[in-house]
């Protein structure tokens, strides 16, 4: 009986993750200047084009810890106000992963007069994609015979929408988008299904500084519909100017706005999320390349170790810089 309970409450433990990041999860590579991975409307924000690929692993000493690895792409059509963009992914938690790919068509609204409309962008962008889902019980063990565990390899498929727009003025940009906003259901976990998988995320910020140095504060604020969790990302980059490109570092602080309870030698307690993202990175002329490191704060932890994230990219179709400024919509 003690084993049965304790497989479903990991059965639980491991749905309720499962359908938590269903699709991309938002951790920090947004950062790296990748902000179009969860922002459908940045397709295509700027003059060219740019290639991101991720790959984020989890405790190296856990087997089957989650790990990510994500690719995408996007540019701006020729001289038109249309942008567009496509992402591959595949993440893996435990006895749950997942692969999918998204489509993405933005437009561009060019504000204000001459060569400052260039500047001073208003964006809409919708991302169609199809996600494969898959929920491996082959190695699930019960002495008891379980009515909800058939040990079988069950895998699903699903379409779902994410749409968003974007404000991008000098060297100012906000976002807010709306993911998995069809809320797609499906019959992967006999014991329970949930069809709201709805995401909602707003993000502002601001770079500061003409010459050889800038600093950008920003946030980003996230919470998942079905759960009712809230987070929120507070952030900091500096920037360096170097003969051979760019050079910037920097720190995010995530903390949800909602505890857990524990009980630690005979005591109560509550915790909430907390972690602390360092990222350093480069542009090398038309190459980037980043590093961020996740450490989990807490009493509670599962592990001592954090998450590791490598960010590679390649830019095209960039031409010299025609501005003063390192503004989101003129790169």
Same mark, same amino acid.
């Given at each position: 009986?003690?084993n ?20 991309? #999860?938002?951790? !920090? ?12 409307s &940045?397709?295509g ?6 290639? +991101?690929?991720?790959?984020?692993k ?7 810890? #989650?790990? *990510?690895? @994500?690719?995408?792409a ?10 567009i963009g ?23 609204? +060019?504000m ?9 962008? *208003?964006?809409?962008?919708? %991302? ?18 379980? #009515?909800?565990?058939?040990?079988? /390899?069950? %895998?699903v498929?699903? !379409?779902?929408?994410?749409?968003? &727009?974007?404000?991008?003025? +000098?060297?100012?940009?906000a976002?807010?988008a ?7 259901g499906?019959?992967?976990? @006999? ?9 909602y ?8 500084g ?12 996230? *919470?998942?519909? !079905? @759960?009712?969790e ?9 920037? +360096?100017?170097v003969?051979f ?6 720190? %995010?602080?995530?903390? %949800?706005?909602?505890?857990a309870? !524990? ?9 909430? *999320?907390?972690?602390? @993202? ?12 980043s590093? /961020?490191?996740?450490?989990? &704060? ?16 390649y ?17």
């Amino acid at each position: 009986m003690k084993n049965r309970i304790l497989l479903l409450l990991s059965f639980f433990a491991l749905s309720f993750n499962s359908y938590a990041q269903e699709g991309v #999860p938002v951790y !920090f590579d947004y950062l790296s200047d990748n902000y179009y991975l969860v922002f459908p409307s &940045m397709a295509g924000i700027g003059e060219g084009g740019k290639v +991101r690929g991720t790959i984020r692993k989890q405790w190296f000493n856990v087997d089957e810890a #989650p790990s *990510l690895q @994500t690719l995408n792409a996007h540019f701006r059509v020729a001289d038109s106000d249309s942008g567009i963009g496509a992402i591959f992914y595949n993440d893996a938690n435990g006895y749950h992963s997942q692969t999918g790919f998204k489509a993405t068509y933005a437009h561009h609204l +060019r504000m204000g007069g001459g060569d400052i409309r260039s500047l001073n962008q *208003l964006s809409f962008g919708l %991302s169609a994609g199809y996600l494969q889902s898959n929920l491996d019980e082959s190695e699930f063990r019960s002495v008891i015979p379980d #009515p909800i565990i058939n040990g079988t /390899n069950n %895998s699903v498929g699903y !379409f779902n929408l994410d749409f968003g &727009m974007s404000y991008n003025y +000098r060297d100012f940009y906000a976002h807010a988008a709306v993911l998995n906003a069809l809320g797609s259901g499906r019959d992967l976990y @006999t014991a329970i299904e949930i069809d709201n998988l709805k995401r909602y995320l707003i993000s502002a910020g601001h770079i500061f500084g003409r010459n050889e140095w800038q600093i950008e504060p920003s946030v980003l604020f996230q *919470l998942t519909d !079905f @759960t009712k969790e809230k987070t929120l990302d507070i952030n900091g980059k500096v920037y +360096r100017d170097v003969d051979f490109g760019r050079l910037w570092a920097g720190i %995010s602080y995530r903390r %949800s706005f909602d505890g857990a309870q !524990f009980q630690s030698n005979g005591t109560f307690g509550e915790q909430r *999320l907390q972690l602390i @993202t360092p990222i350093i990175g480069a542009n090398i002329k038309n190459f980037l390349v980043s590093y /961020n490191y996740s450490y989990q &704060m807490g009493d509670i932890r599962f592990d001592n170790g954090g998450f590791h994230q490598i960010t590679v990219g390649y830019d095209f179709g960039q031409s010299e810089r025609k501005y003063d400024c390192y503004c989101p919509a003129a790169q």
